[in-house]
């Protein structure tokens, strides 16, 4: 049980790598906060932590929403007894439903550009500022956002997305500095393409062959990154704050078969 005593709140975290945490959190004996929009399948992972033997719950919230995200750490405080674990998992490139897509700068919808921001980086920011002063107070907490590659060695007509999550990096070191003092920590993982059961469900083979040449090891799976969750969220890395840590299968190290 690495995680004995801890209360954590997992954005998004009804499905993909969100979930993966949520889930593994809980086995490690953790209470968990489970967050999203659609309640059947939050209280589905919920229901699945439970039947494991841990403890969790839903909270529906639109973290897009400032005072939204102020009530969601608040409540799962409220119910956890405290807070010392935060994961910025959630992503999202559209506001109020409506739809608007990534793109080259040079056709950048100004729309998508602030939703991709609001939702990769502000409501981060939001999250945080409503957790950070109850960690202070427990002299311990572990902040852990959710990047991606792209941030770092993005891909064309992605530019709204890399930008994003290159702002919650620098995010990360700035957390990390501010509050290594008082036992705070915050970290990023950034993950090369990791398989998703809901996207890849008939992910055809010659798209399969293509992805996993962006590797040069093996495709991700989100269990790969619930597994650097828990040791990032855990007294393991006590020594560890502000890195960037390139959970990719050694593409950041080295050119692939494909770039992506």
């Excluded at 932590?49 to 409540?75: H, K, M, N, Y």
């Excluded at 409220?78 to 506001?95: C, F, K, P, R």
């Excluded at 999550?165 to 970290?187: F, P, Q």
């Amino acid at each position: 049980m690495r995680l004995a005593d801890e209360c954590a709140l997992v954005t998004g975290s009804t499905s993909g790598i969100g979930k993966a945490i949520a889930l593994e959190f809980g086995a490690q004996g953790a209470k968990v906060g489970v967050h999203g929009r659609n309640v059947e399948r939050g209280t589905a992972v919920v229901d699945q932590i439970v039947s494991g033997g841990g403890t969790a719950r839903f909270f529906p919230a639109d973290i897009s929403i400032e005072t939204a995200c102020a009530a969601l750490v608040a409540a799962v405080r409220d119910w956890a007894g405290g807070l010392t674990i935060l994961v910025n998992n959630a992503v999202g490139g559209s506001l109020s439903g409506v739809e608007t897509h990534d793109s080259k700068v040079g056709d950048m919808d100004t729309a998508h550009w602030e939703a991709a921001f609001r939702m990769n980086a502000t409501a981060p920011m939001w999250l945080s500022r409503a957790a950070i002063p109850g960690m202070v107070a427990a002299g311990r907490g572990s902040i852990i956002n959710i990047s991606s590659r792209q941030a770092e060695r993005p891909s064309g007509g992605l530019s709204a997305y890399a930008a994003s999550k290159g702002a919650m990096n620098a995010l990360t070191r700035a957390i990390a500095v501010e509050y290594a003092a008082n036992g705070v920590r915050c970290n990023t993982i950034s993950p090369g393409y990791v398989l998703n059961e809901r996207r890849d469900a008939e992910i055809p083979p010659e798209r399969r062959v293509r992805f996993e040449g962006m590797h040069l090891t093996r495709l991700g799976e989100a269990s790969d990154v619930a597994h650097a969750a828990v040791y990032l969220a855990s007294a393991e890395s006590g020594f560890l704050t502000g890195i960037n840590l390139q959970l990719d299968g050694g593409s950041s190290i080295a050119r692939a078969l494909v770039i992506g």
